[in-house]
């Protein structure tokens, strides 16, 4: 607001100038923050059109502008070193982090980019240094923390001093701190080129809601080599492609496995549904033929809970990883609760050429059968007495 707004000036979605080897330190919460959003563009005050039938160019009707923010240094803050709001194509090079109470980088929301886009190149976070404080020893550091949301990738980054308590190099879900989170989960950020020191014990610490995918390109995440996957470790994931990794907090996957994320959202009657949780099993037929199925479904490591969650993207859901090529059995309520309405989404990543997925829902055909007898007399179907007889052992109604 001012003497000269107007509605034809859109700062938010202008071009950066440049911004470039800035120091930040000691600060009470950010050193360095972009708040609330930046999503520069051909025409800032034109929205964002994402054109699905042109992949190589789906922002071509107002292209997206790339920010880079270079050479920065941030240390000793009371929160983060760096903390990015929602963004376009905006692009963290070269940024050094160290001594930070809850994060070196945070990006809080990517969906307004796509693919290597919105990215951390080229960084080296540090947990804690030798001339750290005594606040940093009562707390538990991540060196990245990935958006709630699609897009985003970290690339050359270098870990080093996240040896003490359950200090992490990398994390998930931004500001989903607590079971209330306002995101769905089962986003994927994508890694490569990264470098973690043996002072790492955690590479990956998962935050609320517990369902965050990591697909690596090069294998320097996993360590199984390149287009492997880690996740959360859902007892419906652990199948021969995948193993736990305690270094990763989950499980990670070779490269024949496949990732992605799936929703179950809106059910009708919502009612009866709300904070009912959804059982998912392992069902592929080489595991249950031949098997006692009430055995095979009691057995707690042939499935998993999913929580319900009324937030968000979308709303009133159950949100989890799945891998393709596989077969689920999906239970609402635990023992099944019959819908009249659900919907199935699938997550930003998935392509035509992936492998199929199945589903199967519980599936109960009850017939009611109601006998009248007097006297020892079955009376027959359709032909029950109305309310006109005088005699009240027959009334009916």
Request: charged share 25%; proline share 5%; net charge neutral.
């Amino acid at each position: 607001m001012g003497p000269s707004a107007s509605n034809s000036i859109c700062p938010e979605n202008e071009k950066l100038g440049q911004f470039k080897g800035n120091h930040a330190h000691s600060n009470g919460r950010y050193g360095f923050r972009i708040f609330h959003n930046l999503m520069s563009r051909k025409y800032p005050c034109k929205p964002i059109i994402y054109d699905s039938t042109k992949p190589s160019d789906p922002f071509w009707q107002n292209p997206i502008i790339t920010n880079n923010f270079l050479d920065v240094t941030s240390w000793k803050n009371k929160r983060n070193g760096a903390i990015v709001g929602r963004v376009g194509d905006t692009r963290l090079i070269n940024f050094k982090t160290a001594d930070n109470i809850l994060a070196g980088i945070e990006f809080e929301r990517s969906d307004r980019s796509a693919d290597d886009m919105a990215r951390v190149e080229n960084a080296l976070i540090i947990g804690k240094t030798e001339n750290t404080e005594e606040w940093l020893d009562s707390v538990s550091p991540h060196g990245i923390i990935t958006p709630r949301s699609e897009n985003f990738t970290i690339t050359g980054a270098k870990f080093y001093n996240y040896n003490f308590n359950e200090a992490a190099a990398l994390g998930t879900c931004s500001h989903c701190f607590h079971s209330a989170a306002t995101d769905s989960g089962s986003r994927t950020a994508k890694t490569e080129k990264l470098f973690f020191d043996t002072s790492v014990n955690k590479k990956i610490r998962y935050q609320y809601p517990f369902k965050a995918i990591w697909f690596d390109k090069d294998g320097t995440l996993t360590g199984l080599g390149p287009n492997t996957w880690a996740t959360w470790a859902f007892k419906f994931l652990l199948h021969k492609e995948c193993q736990i990794s305690e270094p990763h907090n989950g499980i990670i996957c070779d490269s024949t496995a496949q990732i992605r994320r799936v929703a179950f959202y809106a059910p009708k009657p919502l009612s009866i549904f709300k904070l009912q949780r959804a059982n998912v099993y392992k069902w592929d037929t080489d595991l249950i033929y031949g098997k006692n199925m009430t055995e095979y479904l009691l057995d707690a490591n042939n499935w998993d809970k999913v929580y319900f969650r009324d937030k968000k993207d979308p709303g009133n859901n159950w949100v989890f990883p799945v891998l393709t090529g596989h077969k689920y059995k999906i239970s609402f309520g635990g023992t099944g609760i019959d819908f009249e309405e659900m919907n199935l989404s699938l997550g930003e990543e998935w392509l035509e050429t992936d492998k199929p997925v199945y589903f199967v829902h519980n599936f109960t055909d009850v017939r009611a059968e109601i006998n009248v007898t007097t006297d020892g007399y079955q009376v027959l179907n359709e032909t029950l007495p109305s309310k006109l007889m005088t005699d009240t052992n027959f009334q009916t109604g």
